[in-house]
């Protein structure tokens, strides 16, 4: 079962995650775990911030959103480094024995790591953003309920920060998480969590709004990572890149046929991405590259701006 989204296959860690994913995910429950007695006084010993280490960026600025000053985030995979194919160094991994709680997105790393860890940090809560999010195929069809536990699927879209309903899901499982871990901040954090789901839903609202002119509209993405937000706004994602690797002559002859035949105006591609297949097509087709980055720190100005590439890029308004 090698990973559509191992790009670049690491065979150093492959017979790892091979031996990994088929085995049990790490915490049947979002939020229950270890540590009981500092959930029971509200503070751990030291009275400081509870540690928490997140996957990627966004889930890392998530945790923040809803924790605030209850809460002290670092992030595993480095900014300008491309999650699908990472792999923690030591250090990091000794940092997560010491974190209290593990954010995770459902990286192929994470499959590999996050068993590993349980035997030096039992203490560790796993809590899986991905918990009551109806995550999309990546190659289409029904999406599916993910329940923690849920065996690894790579043809299951990890990208979840970028839905602004899939979201507010997730600002809910860390609230309950954060609250679980640190009763004592159960005010700060449901406030937090009131706040951020306020913005989220006006932001909702005016990109509803914005992106009208784009629905039933095809956008041209070096790497998917944006359905779950061209689902919400009835916006159609089409991919350069095939199963996690750059296409083959025939399938980038396709590529372009359906472009063109869409009348997409843009390629869009991420910085940590090669940009010279994405080029390529876009000669091809005559149309410009845009730079966008689905890994940006602060995830609500970001699918701001990331609507605006986009209608800028397939109608020219802004
Ligand atoms: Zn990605």
Redesign the pocket.
């Known amino acids: 079962m090698a990973s559509s989204w191992i790009r670049i296959s690491s065979a150093a860690l492959l017979p790892v995650l091979l031996f990994i994913a088929c085995g049990a995910s790490p915490r049947g429950n979002a939020v229950a775990g270890g540590d009981s007695a500092t959930a029971a006084s509200g503070q751990d010993r030291s009275g400081s911030p509870l540690r928490v280490m997140a996957g990627v960026v966004p889930a890392g600025y998530l945790a923040r959103q809803i924790g605030g000053s209850a809460v002290d985030v670092s992030v595993m995979v480095p900014p300008g480094r ?3 194919t990472y792999e923690p160094t030591p250090q990091q991994v000794t940092e997560l024995s010491k974190a209290k709680i593990y954010v995770r997105v459902g990286m192929p790393f994470e499959e590999s790591l996050l068993p590993r860890i349980r035997a030096t940090a039992p203490g560790l809560t796993v809590v899986d953003l991905r918990t009551g999010v109806e995550l999309r195929p990546i190659s289409g069809g029904r999406r599916v309920l993910f329940k923690p536990g849920d065996p690894a699927d790579e043809n299951l879209d ?2 979840i920060w970028l839905g602004p309903r899939e979201l507010a899901t997730e600002a809910a499982t860390l609230r309950d998480a954060f609250i679980a871990a640190r009763p004592g901040e159960r005010e700060l954090i449901e406030s937090n969590y009131r706040s951020f789901t306020e913005r989220l839903s006006t932001l909702d609202a005016r990109l509803a709004r914005m992106l009208k002119p784009l629905d039933g509209k095809s956008i041209l993405v070096f ?1 998917p ?1 944006f359905g779950y937000f061209t689902d919400t706004y009835g916006i159609t994602q089409l991919a350069i890149e095939k199963d996690g690797r750059e296409p083959g002559p025939r399938e980038l002859l396709d590529v372009i046929r359906t472009a063109r035949s869409a009348g997409v105006r843009s390629v869009f591609v ?1 910085p940590e991405f090669a940009e010279t297949t994405a080029r390529r097509i876009a000669e091809s087709l005559g149309v410009d590259v845009v730079v966008i980055n ?1 890994l940006a720190a602060d995830v609500l100005a970001n699918l701001l701006s990331m609507a605006k590439a986009f209608l800028a890029g397939t109608v020219g308004v802004s």
């Open positions: 491309e999650p699908h990890p990208h790497h990572a991420e689905p």
